[in-house]
């Protein structure tokens, strides 16, 4: 069965700080990795994926997530934190074989000034 | 492009009464998702279209839940009768299935209230 975690309800950065938002994932067969994004009252963004070839991806904003298969991880970076990051973000992966999304239960990210 | 739309953006209904949430999807997309977010459950997918036919509805809580997807660039997701527990935000995301992987695009939400 799919699953992912994230293990931090939130995380905490001072803005210019770099920022890590952490996902470890188990699936069969071939991960296909994402992140989205969700501000308040709104629909989720997406942000990145991760399919095949380069581990380190780049995406919005940003933002890049490295793909780690011994870990089984697939991590969300920011070198410099704004402070209009502070959002909820989703990891979400599926396995090639299927178009079934499974969403880990979020992190919230602040950035204080 | 308009991205995906959903409508109401907000209903509230007494208990029992009959709910219908839409989406119109990103033209030319052909999958189409029904998710509900909670604080409890996260984010669930419900049902999934492909090419406007139903391919898995295993998410769907029980038969008070139906969905239809009549055509391309349609599809409702009806709660009968509805029951407070269905209170949540209900999205629809749309892809496109494009060299064997596809990302998919969220609309804005539908938050339903039940009372």
């Known amino acids: 069965a799919q699953s992912v975690a994230q293990p931090e309800d939130q995380v905490n950065v001072a803005e210019g700080n770099p920022l890590t938002v952490k996902c470890t994932y188990s699936?069969?067969?071939?991960?296909?990795l994402f992140w989205y994004v969700q501000y308040p009252n709104r629909g989720l963004q997406f942000l990145l994926k991760?399919?095949?070839?380069?581990?380190l991806v780049k995406g919005s904003y940003g933002f890049e997530a490295e793909f780690n298969k011994s870990q089984t991880s697939f991590h969300l970076k920011k070198p410099s934190a704004l402070v209009s990051d502070s959002a909820l973000y989703f990891c979400a992966v599926r396995a090639d074989s299927s178009y079934k999304l499974i969403f880990g239960s979020g992190t919230r990210l602040l950035v204080r000034p | 492009d308009a991205g995906v739309i959903q409508s109401p953006r907000h209903e509230v209904t007494e208990m029992g009464q009959e709910v219908t949430l839409r989406c119109k999807p990103i033209?030319?997309?052909?999958?189409l998702f029904w998710y509900r977010q909670t604080m409890m459950r996260g984010l669930e997918l419900l049902i999934y279209?492909?090419?406007?036919?139903?391919?898995?509805d295993s998410g769907m809580p029980e038969d008070r839940f139906s969905a239809k997807m009549p055509n391309a660039s349609f599809s409702t997701l009806k709660i009968q009768p509805s029951e407070p527990r269905d209170s949540a935000v209900y999205f629809c995301a749309s892809s496109l299935l494009r060299g064997g992987t596809d990302t998919q695009y969220f609309g804005p939400g539908t938050r339903l209230t039940v009372l």
């Open positions: 699936v069969s067969g071939n991960p296909y």
């Open positions: 279209f492909n090419n406007n036919v139903p391919i898995d």
């Open positions: 991760y399919i095949t070839g380069d581990n």
């Open positions: 033209s030319g997309h052909d999958y």
